[in-house]
């Protein structure tokens, strides 16, 4: 059974700081990985999507790896800024179509 | 339309009654998902269509639960002799194909009292 971890489960830096967000997998038999961004009280953005034969993709300041065979991606976040507070999901597609998510990573930027 | 609508927004019911969960997915969309979301928790996969296939059932918690979809158009989720538990954003989301990025409606938030 597929299992999805995100570390750290909360995080609080200042503005302008770099960051990594992890994420493991336990199946790497994965088609694609997707990462969401979740405001409180609203749905989920799609922030990235990886293909299973991709190593990385980037849009802005964001950029999200994918190591498929050890089972890990991490998000990178540069110059971050208060607007990108929110719950980070990353979610892992299993050859059948269904998409497993991990428990999500807090940030809070402090201006 | 522009997005995933679901609806209500927002429901309020008492235990032991039946509510129902609306979702439109985006138009051309052949997959569609329903999620759960507890408070302070994680996404729990309910249930995902796609196309004329059979739908994968594997996280529907309990026999109370049950979903529908009309060809590839809107889908309802059924809670029936609703618990306390089942309080939680029901979220609904739909791709173009079985492994497109998904597109999330805002989600649907059901108390039990």
């Known amino acids: 059974k597929q299992e999805v971890t995100q570390i750290p489960a909360a995080l609080s830096v200042p503005e302008g700081e770099n960051l990594v967000l992890n994420c493991s997998f336990t199946?790497?038999?994965?088609?694609?990985l997707q990462w969401f961004r979740q405001d409180p009280g609203k749905g989920l953005t799609s922030l990235l999507l990886i293909q299973s034969s991709q190593r990385e993709q980037t849009s802005g300041r964001l950029n999200a790896s994918l190591d498929k065979s050890s089972g890990r991606s991490t998000l990178y976040i540069a110059a971050s800024q208060p607007g990108d507070s929110a719950t980070y999901l990353c979610?892992?597609?299993?050859?059948?179509?269904?998409?497993?998510f991990g428990q999500g990573t807090t940030l809070q930027v402090k201006p | 339309g522009a997005g995933v609508s679901q609806s209500p927004s927002n429901k309020v019911t008492e235990k032991g009654k039946d509510v129902e969960l609306r979702c439109d997915p985006i138009?051309?969309?052949?997959?569609l998902y329903w999620y759960r979301q507890r408070l302070g928790q994680g996404l729990e996969f309910l249930i995902y269509?796609?196309?004329?296939?059979?739908?994968?059932k594997s996280g529907l918690p309990s026999d109370r639960f049950s979903a529908e979809r009309t060809g590839e158009s809107v889908s309802t989720l059924t809670i029936q002799r609703t618990q306390q538990e089942d309080s939680a954003v029901y979220l609904c989301a739909s791709s173009l194909q079985g492994y497109s990025p998904l597109h999330f409606g805002n989600g649907t938030r059901l108390t039990v009292t």
């Open positions: 138009s051309g969309h052949t997959a």
């Open positions: 269509f796609q196309g004329n296939s059979a739908p994968d």
């Open positions: 979610a892992v597609r299993d050859n059948t179509g269904k998409l497993i």
């Open positions: 199946d790497s038999a994965i088609y694609n």
